[in-house]
Each structure stands twice: as C-alpha cells, then as structure tokens.
C-alpha cells in the first residue's frame, strides 16, 4: 500500500490550488493549501508536513525568500519549487537554496504523484541512515544454547506473517530487539517501525502519541499532529510494555485493532491504517486481567503468538559470546585496542544471576575494559571494579597441582549442569558439547555416580 503523505501547497493562484489538492487527496494523500508564503511559513512552523510544493513568483514574498526562511527557522521539510517562468539561473538558485526539485508549470498529475513518491522515499532512507546510527551501540541478538535457538526458531517462523506477536520477559532481556529482527525479516522491512513506550509516556498524552490530534483541539494543540499508528503506514508499531497502558486507552487501542481505523484528537473523520502490531511487557498480562487491570478482550488481540525471552541466568551457555561481542563492540566505538577476557573472569560472570539481564552485562564489560590498563581482564580487575557485586562469583584460588585443580573444575562443570537440566542427560550432555557416553565416561572417571545424585535431588 503506498505511503500517505501531508503535503502542504504554496501558491497565489486558487486554481492551482484547487487542482493540485484535489489530485493529491484523489491519490490518498492530506493536502493543505496556503496562497501567500507569510502563512505558508507560519503554517510550517506548526505541523509537520512530509513535503511542501510552493510556486516561485508570487506577490509579497517570493518563493526563493520563502526557501530561505524556512532553513533559516531550522524546518527540514523537503520543498519542491513549482514555476511557469522557469529558466536555468531560477533553478539552480532554487537548488542552492535546498529545493529538492524544480518543476515547471503546468504540471501533470502523474510528475506530481511521481515526484511526492520519490521524495518519500529519499525520507525513509534518511531515517532508516538515522536509525542505524542511532542503534550504534545496541547489541543484536547474539546465542549460542539450545535455549535461544528455539526462541529464534519462533521468530523465524512468525516474521513472515501479520501475525500479531506478544514479546514477554523481565527488563533488559532483549524484547525490542527482537520486535525490531520481526520487523526486519518481515515483508514489511522497507516500511518503517515505529516505537511507543507506553509506560514512558502520561496517561493524558498517550492518546495523542497513538493516534494524533488537530490543530486547537486541546490547549497546547498549535498545530496537527500525526500519531504513531499514521506514521507506522505499510510498516510495523511497537508497543513496548503494554500492560503499563490505562484501561480507558486499552478501549480506544481496541478499537483501532479490530476495525484498523484511527481517529486524531479532534478530527471528524476515521483514517485508514495498515500497520502490523508487536507488543510487549515485562508484566504477567494473564495475571493483570484476573485482577481487572488488563482488558480481556484487548489480551485475545494482542496474545495472538506470545515469545517468552529467558532472563540471563537462563542463559549461562550464551555469556561468553555475549561477552565477546560486547567488547568488540566497545572497541571499535572508542577505537581501543582489543581487550581480552580471562577464564576465571569468564566462569565469573557466567555464574553471577544478572538481575538487570544482558543490558546490565553490557554496562559491567564496558566499566571492566575501561579500569583494565593492560591486555585483558582479570579476576584483580572485576574485584576492583565490582566489588559488592560480583566478589561472592569469583572463583578462590584452589589449591593442589594443575591436574587435581583441572580435575575439580571439571566436575563443579559437570554437576552444575546436570543440576541445570534436572539431571537430564542428553541436555547436560549438549549443553557441555560432549556426546552423551562421553559425558557417563566422563563423570565416571570424576567419581560421580549420577544416578544417586538424581535420586538425591528428588529428595530434596
């Protein structure tokens, strides 16, 4: 479905005015007319318009003063220069001035539809440019266990759909990320995704945020604003930590998801939307509807295809890569040179319970690169650095020979994960990379006799 656009017209001539409106809302698009650019200004200044069309020679104010002014107020908006004068200097000026094209009248309804088309496009690239560099410093998603391999499995086979998808998992474990890999693997891709927090944002916005508001309809209200459903047309809407949302909102939500219509604050007519919807929560949204806090009928909407995210200490097998990847990351942002992690260090982290998840992870590899002023992290390094936290983590320094330390580390290794997976061997086995008669070798030889450890688990 091709994009909508609110375009704003400049010119002196009512007829033009009238023609080119008319062509742009036959096409589906918001149209505004001004004939003189002193309002045009003004108007600019107020909402925000995806493209202008101003005619050059008007009375009062000329085109190219109206170009000039606009930079100089800082509005960004593209501007297209319409002319039935138009010579190469008049062109070229208007060029310089940032005009991204240049059109001689009378113009045909197709270059017109041509011309709004293309330089929608030029504004997705420069947001999607945008949003790269703004997602500079994120981590992706970055596994190794078996655990997340079927969480991705899941978003594999559900991207592809218009399926709407409930992310669920305690704070910092990844949920935008994975709303936004949904989103990238989706037909939807080339369209854009657009993110509300909706514990972010007042109880008495959170209605204009959605769905937008016109001019004068609220004190405050200087000028139309389009809501984050309109701006996510023919992408996708993230609606992060959705069970923070007021029941009075949940109702008006509901609306636009059963009949995909919304209506700005204000306005007199419903608009057409065709936006995929994601949500998310760290909250048990079940749990909030039997104590009335949650619509049900909104739940059967939005908890079409849940995703539950493990928190960290779910996902001891994933933190050495996580931990890779992170410095890495940071390396390359600070132009450091590269910082290694010891083992000791490693086993430290994999077993610390990480209450803030991977976001906590990122910022404690970060705090330990920059206390470390050789080549790698130590275990002197994360006690200085962290040492309320993680000191109760860090492995003692064992006594006895290399062999008999091997050996203990071995079988702490063995015991810790056949207790992860409640002694079930072909996990416990996967889990450690070994075959599973080379894991029955193996805690033989370590004195272990995992049948009695089993059965003594299932006495506790």
């Known amino acids: 479905m091709p994009q909508k656009a609110n375009l704003l017209i400049v010119d002196d001539e009512a007829n033009t005015l009238a023609s080119l409106s008319r062509a742009f809302r036959l096409?589906?698009?918001?149209?505004?007319?001004?004939?003189?650019?002193?309002?045009?200004?003004?108007?600019a200044k107020m909402q925000n318009f995806d493209l202008i069309f101003s005619d050059v020679v008007m009375p009062g104010k000329d085109g190219l003063s109206f170009l000039e002014d606009l930079s100089s107020q800082g509005i960004t908006t593209p501007v297209v220069m319409m002319s039935g004068q138009a010579h190469?200097?008049?062109?070229?000026?208007?060029?310089?001035?940032?005009?991204?094209?240049?059109?001689?009248?009378?113009?045909?309804?197709?270059r017109l539809l041509l011309t709004v088309e293309n330089a929608l496009k030029l504004q997705r690239l420069e947001s999607e440019n945008r949003n790269l560099k703004q997602r500079l410093g994120k981590h992706e998603i970055v596994w190794k266990g078996e655990l997340m391999r079927n969480i991705m499995a899941q978003v594999d086979r559900v991207a592809a759909s218009e399926t709407r998808v409930c992310i669920l998992g305690e704070t910092g474990t990844g949920k935008e990320v994975i709303a936004r890999t949904l989103h990238e693997r989706s037909p939807r891709a080339a369209g854009p995704m657009v993110t509300l927090n909706c514990a972010a944002v007042p109880a008495e916005l959170i209605e204009s945020e959605l769905f937008g508001h016109e001019k004068g309809s609220f004190t405050g209200a200087a000028?139309?604003?389009?809501?984050?459903?309109?701006?996510?047309?023919?992408?996708?809407?993230?609606?992060?930590?959705?069970?923070d949302m007021p029941l009075t909102m949940q109702?008006?939500?509901?609306?636009?998801?059963?009949?995909?219509?919304v209506e700005r604050i204000g306005g007199d007519k419903p608009i057409s939307v065709n936006v995929r919807v994601l949500v998310a929560t760290h909250r048990n949204l079940e749990a909030l509807v039997r104590e009335g806090k949650f619509r049900q009928d909104l739940f059967h909407r939005v908890y079409v295809f849940p995703?539950?995210?493990?928190?960290?200490r779910e996902r001891g097998e994933d933190i050495p890569a996580l931990v890779e990847y992170f410095a890495g990351q940071i390396c390359a942002q600070n132009n450091w040179r590269p910082i290694r992690f010891t083992a000791d260090v490693i086993q430290s982290l994999c077993g610390y319970p990480w209450p803030g998840n991977i976001r906590e992870l990122r910022n404690v590899v970060e705090r330990l690169m920059l206390v470390t002023t050789g080549d790698e992290v130590t275990a002197e390094a994360l006690r200085s650095a962290l040492p309320s936290r993680l000191e109760a983590h860090l492995p003692s320094s064992p006594a006895g020979s290399l062999a008999d330390r091997v050996q203990n580390f071995e079988r702490d290794s063995i015991l810790a994960e056949l207790k992860k997976h409640n002694y079930h061997i072909t996990n416990a086995a996967k889990a450690l990379g070994l075959e599973r008669s080379h894991l029955y070798r193996k805690a033989e030889q370590l004195g272990i006799d995992i049948q009695k450890q089993r059965e003594d688990a299932a006495l506790q």
């Open 88 to 110: 190469i200097e008049m062109a070229v000026r208007a060029t310089r001035l940032g005009a991204i094209d240049f059109l001689e009248k009378p113009v045909s309804s197709d």
């Open 307 to 312: 995703i539950m995210l493990p928190p960290l």
């Open 223 to 243: 000028g139309r604003h389009m809501g984050k459903f309109e701006q996510a047309e023919g992408g996708t809407i993230f609606l992060d930590e959705i069970g």
């Open 251 to 261: 109702a008006k939500l509901l609306r636009v998801l059963e009949e995909g219509e």
């Open 27 to 43: 096409a589906g698009h918001d149209a505004t007319v001004c004939d003189n650019a002193t309002k045009a200004l003004e108007l």
